[in-house]
Nanobody, 126 residues
Framework: VQLQASGGGLVQAGGSLRLSCAVN????????MGWFRQAPGKEREFVGA????????YYADSVKGRFTVSRGNAQNTAYLQMNSMKPEDTAVYYC????????????????????WGQGTQVTVSS
């Protein structure tokens, strides 16, 4: 399974950005998708995830109400829409995937995921 994240860049505080994660080599419709981020000097943290059905999503408190995770099964792609961005959102963002049909909250743990993308840099200026 290969994941390719894209869409990172520089944005001003209050602005928006959409990340994409293209998946190849697996039946995308059976995969749950997650997004994580890692800021300099900090550990990788959970951002949000969407279930394999696309009907359920789960978010970290720090991004709830601002970020939205979605998926387009026809495109084999997951998305992270980021609105009302803050300087503290600056990080390298990673997408990850796992074939998971269990409890949604479990998608908040990075240990659950089998495959990871290469990361894309997001910088929010104040």
């Amino acid at each position: 399974v290969q994941l390719q994240a894209s869409g990172g860049g520089l944005v001003q505080a209050g602005g928006s950005l959409r990340l994409s994660c293209a998946v190849n080599g697996y039946t995308f419709g059976t995969l749950a998708m997650g997004w994580f981020r890692q800021a300099p000097g900090k550990e990788r943290e959970f951002v949000g995830a969407v279930s394999w059905t696309g009907k359920e999503s789960y978010y970290a408190d720090s991004v709830k109400g601002r970020f939205t995770v979605s998926r387009g099964n026809a495109q084999n792609t997951a998305y992270l829409q980021m609105n009302s961005m803050k300087p503290e959102d600056t990080a390298v963002y990673y997408c990850a995937t796992v074939s998971w049909f269990g409890e949604l909250a479990s998608l908040g743990s990075s240990d659950l995921y089998d495959y990871w993308g290469q990361g894309t840099q997001v910088t929010v200026s104040s």
